[in-house]
C-alpha cells in the first residue's frame, strides 16, 4: 500500500486551477520526482500534501486512509515534513533552535545543551555539517538549506518532501545530499522531490511525475525513460538542447577592475585582489563553487558593499563607494547604466506584496518613462507591464496581482524582465537561471547572447558550470577570492575548470552518485 497518496485533488486560487485532478503515489523506500515547468503546480501539490494549503476537492491517503491536515502541524505529526523551495527558518535564532522550533519537550523548557548535541549527532550522522549556535542569518544560503533539511530529519518524519532542495546546493553537496536521501530510502522512508534539473532526476529517482498546466501529464519510471522524454512532456513539445551563440564582437573595455579587495559581512577578506576586464559585446563568466566572493564582488560592483580597497571603473564613473571622488551607491551605478539580476530575487529583486506592474519599474520609478516630476503615471506602468508579461511568459498573464502570489520560477522571469529591458552598458546576471525550467533557462540564455550582440558587456556568475561553459566568451574561475585563471572560450574545458573551482587540489574522492553521467538537456 503506498504510504502516501493523492487522488484527484483540486486546488483553485480564485478562478486560477493550480492544481487540476492531480494524483500520485509513493511507497515506502521509494524516490519519486517531480517535474514541470515553472508554475505548473508543483509547490501547491507538495503545500497540500504537508498541509499548508487545503485541497478543494479530492483527498490525502496515508497507508490507504483518507487524512485532512488542518495544519503543518497535523501534517508533521503524522510523519508528513517537508523542505520548502523558500525558507522558512528565523534569521536571528541559531541553527539549533531553528531544528528544534515547536519541538520542544512537552514541559516547554528548552535544553539549549542537548538540543546542541542532538544537532550535532544528526548532521555527524547524515553529513550535513553545521555549527548548531551559528545564527542562521549569517549562514550562506546552502547551509540554510541544511538546516531545514535537519529540522525534518529531527522530526523523525516518515514521509520527506523536498521543493527545489538542490536549487541553491553546490554540485557537491548535491552529491551530499543525495546519499542522504538513498540512505534515508534504503530505511523505508518515502521521499518526494522536485528539481528543474533532469540529471538530478535520473541519477536519483525511481519513478518520476511529470505536472503540466495543473495536470498530470505522464508518469515514469526512472530507469525506463530519458532526460529526453521527460523534457519534452514538460514542455509539450521537443526541446532543442542548445543556444545559437555566433562569435562575439568585443568591443571597448566597459568596466576596468584593479586591484579589487571586499570584505563578507563577517569582516573576512572575501575577494583578495581581482583584476578584471569586461568588454562590450562579450559575455565574461565567473565560473566557480558559491562562496568564493562572486556575492561580494558582484555587490561591490552594484554600490551595495564597499570596496576596501582598488577600484572598479565604468568608462568614467568609478563604481565602488568609499573610494571614489563622487559618492556612489546603488541607485547611482544603476543610473551609470549597470543593470543587476540580484542572485536572491526574494531578498534584493523584488517587493514581494508589490504588484508585478510595480516590481517591474523597481528601481526605474524616476526615469522620465513612468514619471513627471516626481509623479507615477499609472498608465504608462500598466502598458510597460502589459508588454513584459507576455514577452517573458510570465504566468499567469497577470499584472495586478502580488508578486508574492506567483511560482518561485515566475518571480525570476519578472527580475528578468526588468533588467533585461534596460538598454545597460553592463549587465551582472547572477544565477540568472536558478530556479528557471528548462523552456525559460533556454529563453535567459538567448536573451543574455541578444544583449552581448547589442553590445552591452555582460558578467555572467553562475554556480552551473554548464551554462558557463554554455554562454561565456571568456571564463574568469574564482576560487577564495582570487582569480585563478581567464580562458578564452573553447580554450579550456570542464575538467581544467573544475579543477581550478576546487583550488587546483584534486577533488575529493567522488561520491557513488554520479551527477555528470546521463545526457544533458539543459543547453
Ligand atoms: N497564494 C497564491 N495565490 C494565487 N495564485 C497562486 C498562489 N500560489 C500559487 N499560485 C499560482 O498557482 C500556480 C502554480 O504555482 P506553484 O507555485 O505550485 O508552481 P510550481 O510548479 O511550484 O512552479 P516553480 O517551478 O516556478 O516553483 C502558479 O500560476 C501560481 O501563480
Ligand atoms: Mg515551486
Redesign the pocket.
Known amino acids: 500500500m503506498p504510504s502516501i497518496q493523492a487522488v484527484d485533488i483540486v486546488k483553485r ?2 478562478s ?1 486551477t ?1 492544481n487540476d485532478k492531480v494524483s500520485l503515489q509513493a511507497f515506502a523506500g521509494e524516490i519519486l520526482a517531480v517535474v ?1 515547468e ?8 507538495m503545500n497540500m500534501l504537508s498541509g499548508l494549503l487545503h485541497p478543494d476537492d479530492g483527498e490525502i491517503r496515508m497507508q490507504g486512509t483518507p487524512v485532512k491536515f488542518g495544519s503543518p502541524r497535523d501534517a508533521i505529526e503524522r510523519g508528513i515534513g517537508m523542505v520548502h ?1 523558500h525558507f522558512m527558518l528565523i534569521p536571528v535564532l541559531t541553527v539549533a533552535e531553528n531544528v528544534v522550533l515547536g519541538h520542544e519537550p512537552s514541559n516547554g523548557f528548552f535544553d539549549r545543551r542537548e538540543a546542541e548535541r542532538r544537532v550535532d549527532e544528526l548532521s555527524a550522522r547524515y553529513g550535513l555539517k553545521l555549527q548548531p549556535r551559528a545564527r542562521v542569518e549569517n549562514l550562506p544560503v546552502g547551509l540554510q538549506q541544511r538546516v531545514e533539511i535537519l529540522k525534518v530529519l529531527y522530526w523523525g518524519s516518515e514521509i520527506l518532501i523536498f521543493d ?1 532542495p538542490t536549487a541553491v546546493l553546490t554540485p557537491q553537496e548535491t552529491r551530499e545530499l543525495f546519499v542522504v536521501l538513498r540512505e534515508l530510502a534504503t530505511h523505508r522512508r518515502t521521499i518526494i522531490f522536485i528539481t ?1 534539473k533532469l540529471k538530478e532526476v535520473m541519477a536519483v529517482s525511481d519513478k518520476i511525475i511529470v ?1 503540466r498546466t495543473g495536470k498530470v501529464v505522464g508518469e515514469l519510471i526512472t530507469s525506463e525513460t530519458s532526460p529526453r522524454e521527460i523534457a519534452s512532456l514538460m514542455v509539450g513539445r521537443d526541446v532543442l538542447p542548445t543556444v545559437h551563440k555566433p562569435p562575439p564582437r568585443i568591443g571597448e573595455p566597459i568596466v576596468v577592475i584593479r586591484d579589487l579587495h571586499v570584505q563578507s559581512d563577517l569582516g573576512v577578506e572575501a575577494v583578495k585582489g581581482i583584476d578584471l576586464e569586461i568588454h562590450g559585446g562579450e559575455i565574461l563568466g565567473i565560473a566557480g563553487v558559491e562562496g568564493n566572493g562572486q556575492t561580494e564582488l558582484v555587490e561591490a560592483l552594484t554600490g551595495l558593499r564597499p570596496a576596501t580597497s582598488g577600484s572598479a571603473t565604468l568608462k568614467a564613473l568609478d563604481l565602488l563607494a568609499g573610494n571614489s571622488t563622487v559618492k556612489t551607491s546603488a541607485a547611482k551605478v544603476r543610473e551609470a547604466g549597470v543593470a543587476y539580476v540580484p542572485e536572491d530575487r526574494r531578498e534584493r529583486g523584488l517587493v514581494l506584496p508589490y504588484t508585478v506592474a510595480n516590481n517591474l519599474i523597481l528601481g526605474l520609478e524616476d526615469s522620465p518613462k513612468f514619471s513627471r516630476g516626481g509623479i507615477l503615471n499609472f498608465s504608462k506602468v500598466r502598458s510597460w507591464a502589459r508588454g513584459l508579461v507576455p514577452r517573458y511568459d510570465i ?2 498573464p497577470r499584472t495586478d496581482i502580488p508578486a508574492g ?6 518571480q525570476q522571469k519578472v527580475v528578468l524582465a526588468r533588467e533585461f529591458s534596460e538598454d545597460p552598458l553592463l549587465l551582472i546576471a547572477a544565477q540568472p537561471t536558478r ?1 528557471l ?1 528548462i523552456g525559460a533557462a533556454q529563453f535567459v540564455h538567448e536573451r543574455l547572447v541578444e544583449k552581448r550582440d547589442s553590445g552591452t558587456a555582460v558578467l555572467l556568475v553562475s554556480a552551473e558550470l554548464d551554462e558557463i561553459l554554455a554562454l561565456s566568451d571568456r571564463i574568469a574561475v574564482i576560487y577564495e577570492g582570487e582569480i585563478m585563471g581567464i580562458f578564452d572560450a573553447g580554450e579550456s574545458n570542464e575538467e581544467q575548470i573544475g579543477l581550478l573551482m576546487t583550488g587546483g587540489e584534486e577533488r575529493a574522492a567522488e561520491q557513488s552518485i554520479d551527477l555528470e553521467a546521463p545526457a544533458l538537456v539543459q543547453g
Open positions: 486560487f480564485g486560477f493550480a514541470g515553472n508554475g505548473a503546480g508543483k509547490s501547491t501539490l523551495q527545489e528543474h505536472l504566468r499567469p502570489n506567483l511560482s518561485g520560477g515566475n530556479g525550467d
